[in-house]
């Protein structure tokens, strides 16, 4: 039955994508993101919430994209569901708050009941963390659900056994030598004309179009899957940032890690650039041979990759096809790009790049 409806309703349904799925667009973004952030620093608990910390004490692990399916060829998650539930389980015992943000349940291709059935261990190792208060829940365009249907609120409550307010962004707010810094997280789908508009068209996106291009398998047309159009959103996010004074932005939705404005091949091509500059022949070569590997996994590189201004962050996502994470530490007054992959003894924290908010906020 599949096959016929899709043979029936591919052309048209591509055609439609083609033409009405959102394409990146400076302006909106920049609005959307205007509106989002001074609605959560004026109207607390509505849209996001505000949250102070201390430079040195405050512990926050940021994951987005797990895209939790249902255990078929289409579940992105299930090799990653080993990392992701060792990595809970280690920034529970060590006392981070867990802001998950975005696309945390595949709801396109998914009904919740399928994702709460098969994803019973990952919910209960986030219940975990909504049982002490250290759970921040964000919505994205793929469960953009949690965000418009009128009985969220009690199928939270259901899965968590706990009131959970559901967000569309958080600021976490401290002070650095005096000097404030804002670090805005959200999920990053923010301007996109088919899951960002009003209540309608969100409600026709998840409930009626995206089920329609899962049960199709169309591809959604949507950063993570388009490469040009990942390299186009993740530009546009750092031109908002970079225009901002003493803000961090960290987004998700792309499913590529960026660290302090880079991306792994620009933070290569810098690597390679200062090596050679100390005429380090042996490091220029190391970093060379990396890059041949790497470039083919990126559409562009920044023509100003030197000089970027390190406002922009990209937690990356939980659903890696070889079953690594990756996601945003913030603790010990650091700001840090962590992987957990798998090894034969279980899983294993990997520090990909990391530095202080003292350096960062000098570069800002």
């Not at 033409?19 to 920049?30: L, M, V």
């Not at 990396?290 to 083919?296: F, G, T, V």
Request: with cysteine; proline share 3%; hydrophobic share 35%.
């Amino acid at each position: 039955m599949r096959r016929f409806f899709r043979r029936l309703l591919l052309r048209p349904v591509l055609w439609a994508t083609s033409n009405f799925s959102s394409k990146p667009d400076r302006a909106k973004i920049f609005r959307a993101l205007d509106k989002l952030y001074q609605s959560i620093l004026e109207e607390q608990n509505k849209k996001g919430r505000l949250i102070t910390f201390e430079e040195k004490a405050g512990k926050f692990i940021i994951f987005s994209d797990q895209h939790k399916g249902a255990r078929d060829g289409a579940d992105d998650f299930a090799l990653s569901e080993p990392n992701y539930l060792a990595a809970l389980d280690h920034y529970h015992r060590n006392g981070f708050v867990f802001i998950n943000m975005g696309d945390s349940e595949e709801l396109w291709e998914n009904s919740l009941s399928k994702v709460k059935k098969y994803n019973q261990a990952t919910f209960e190792a986030e219940r975990n963390f909504a049982e002490q208060k250290r759970f921040i829940k964000i919505f994205g365009n793929h469960d953009l659900y949690w965000g418009n249907d009128p009985i969220a609120w009690w199928q939270l409550k259901r899965i968590f056994k706990e009131e959970v307010r559901i967000y569309e962004g958080v600021v976490l707010a401290t002070s650095i030598s005096g000097k404030p810094l804002h670090i805005f997280c959200a999920h990053g789908h923010q301007g996109d004309a088919s899951s960002d508009g009003n209540w309608f068209s969100k409600w026709f996106v998840a409930n009626i179009w995206a089920p329609l291009q899962g049960y199709l398998r169309v591809n959604p047309n949507t950063p993570a899957y388009d490469t040009d159009k990942k390299t186009l959103h993740n530009d546009i996010m750092y031109q908002w940032s970079s225009n901002q004074k003493d803000i961090l932005l960290v987004t998700g939705h792309t499913h590529q890690p960026v660290f302090a404005s880079l991306t792994l091949l620009e933070r290569l091509y810098k690597q390679y650039q200062l090596a050679t500059q100390r005429n380090d022949a042996v490091k220029a070569e190391e970093v060379r041979s990396e890059i041949r590997k790497r470039e083919k996994e990126f559409a562009a590189v920044a023509v100003d990759y030197m000089s970027m201004k390190p406002s922009y962050f990209n937690s990356g996502c939980c659903c890696f096809s070889d079953g690594d994470i990756t996601g945003i530490e913030i603790a010990d007054g650091n700001i840090s790009l962590v992987k957990w992959k798998k090894k034969k003894e279980g899983s294993e924290r990997e520090l990909l790049e990391s530095i202080s908010f003292t350096a960062l906020t000098g570069l800002l």
